[in-house]
């Protein structure tokens, strides 16, 4: 998640401090950015600028702004400041006008609303499709990983000079259905920051074991444990989505990347990147007259 902080006033403009490469994270800025903006104002900001804009919020009192503020209810200020937003990482900033930031918060405050509204029954049953699939695939995941553990477990056995370890790596990305309208948005493909209108969501990194036995383990959090990833149920909402048992990779897609409930009826392909990181290492000493080099055959403590 980005981190944003208002820094000082430059004379009206309440100026913010964000880190640029925060906009490469897929969270629910990103996700506003995409779907709420026009295509003119992708182009002015980014998702992590969105982020600045929402903080205003917070700071409206310090900020000047005396008139309703609420994007719960939709409710935003008719008189709003010029801002500065300042990226750190690259010592530059971005000076949005009032007119822009008014059409930033407007964006924040329908994709709010769109969160908070009820679900249709129909959407209400892709949620919790969704997640009985999500719930099965992680347990398919699993099954592939020990297989493909084992495997390289082998691989090591045999000592080979190239392989002292092994990790693995898992990204996923969903994307519409084909009758999406959304779906052949070229204005998207121009100015969206992944560059890919059908691209709905990725979710990376995602937490998987070091090795499978991890699993059992009472610490551990991620793919294929045994916990209950709903962060939401007890609370007074007697909404089946929210009160269903959640697996982890339905809350990263709903709480980490912020994608909407009434959403995901929209996903129409999950694509999986399951990669297997062959590790190696040498031993090396320069001090002698001669290059000692050795290949280490195993990391200790890391085998199992």
Same mark, same amino acid.
């Given at each position: 998640m980005a981190s944003v902080r208002k820094v000082s006033s430059d004379g009206d403009c309440p100026r913010f401090q964000v880190d640029y490469r925060d906009s490469n994270l897929f969270d629910y800025w990103h996700y506003i950015h995409k779907y709420y903006l026009s295509s003119d104002d992708k182009g002015s900001l980014f998702p992590v600028d969105i982020q600045a804009l929402e903080f205003l919020f917070y700071c409206r009192e310090e900020s000047g702004i005396e008139e309703p503020f609420d994007f719960r209810?939709?409710?935003?200020?008719?008189?709003?400041?010029?801002?500065?937003?300042?990226?750190?990482?690259?010592?530059?900033?971005? /000076?949005?006008? +009032? @007119?822009? #930031?008014?059409?930033?918060?407007?964006?924040?405050?329908?994709?709010?609303?769109?969160?908070?509204?009820?679900?249709?029954?129909?959407?209400?049953?892709?949620?919790?499709?969704?997640?009985?699939?999500?719930?099965?695939?992680?347990?398919?995941?699993?099954?592939?990983?020990?297989?493909?553990?084992?495997?390289?477990?082998?691989?090591?056995r045999r000592t080979d000079p190239l392989l002292a370890d092994f990790e693995m790596d898992l990204e996923m990305q969903f994307y519409l259905r084909q009758d999406d309208p959304f779906y052949d948005n070229d204005a998207a493909d121009e100015h969206d920051w992944d560059r890919d209108a059908a691209l709905m969501c990725e979710l990376k990194p995602i937490t998987t074991p070091h090795r499978l036995n991890e699993i059992?383990?009472?610490?551990?959090?991620?793919?294929?444990?045994?916990?209950?990833?709903?962060?939401?149920?007890? /609370?007074?909402? +007697? @909404?089946? #989505?929210?009160?269903?048992?959640?697996?982890?990779?339905?809350?990263?897609?709903?709480?980490?990347?912020?994608?909407?409930?009434?959403?995901?009826?929209r996903i129409g392909m999950i694509w999986s990147d399951i990669r297997v990181i062959n590790q190696t290492a040498v031993t090396i000493d320069l001090t002698g007259k001669n290059i000692v080099a050795r290949q280490v055959a195993t990391y200790p403590g890391k085998i199992s």
């Open positions: 209810d939709g409710v935003i200020p008719g008189t709003l400041p010029d801002v500065v937003i300042f990226y750190r990482d690259l010592k530059l900033e971005k /000076r949005p006008d +009032a @007119d822009l #930031v008014r059409r930033g918060l407007i964006a924040i405050a329908a994709y709010r609303g769109e969160i908070m509204r009820d679900l249709t029954a129909e959407e209400e049953c892709a949620a919790l499709n969704l997640n009985e699939w999500l719930c099965g695939y992680e347990k398919s995941l699993i099954a592939g990983y020990i297989e493909i553990e084992n495997g390289m477990k082998e691989e090591l059992h383990d009472p610490e551990y959090f991620g793919l294929g444990d045994d916990r209950d990833h709903n962060e939401n149920r007890g /609370r007074g909402c +007697a @909404d089946p #989505v929210v009160q269903a048992r959640q697996c982890n990779l339905f809350h990263m897609l709903t709480s980490n990347c912020g994608v909407p409930r009434s959403h995901l009826k």
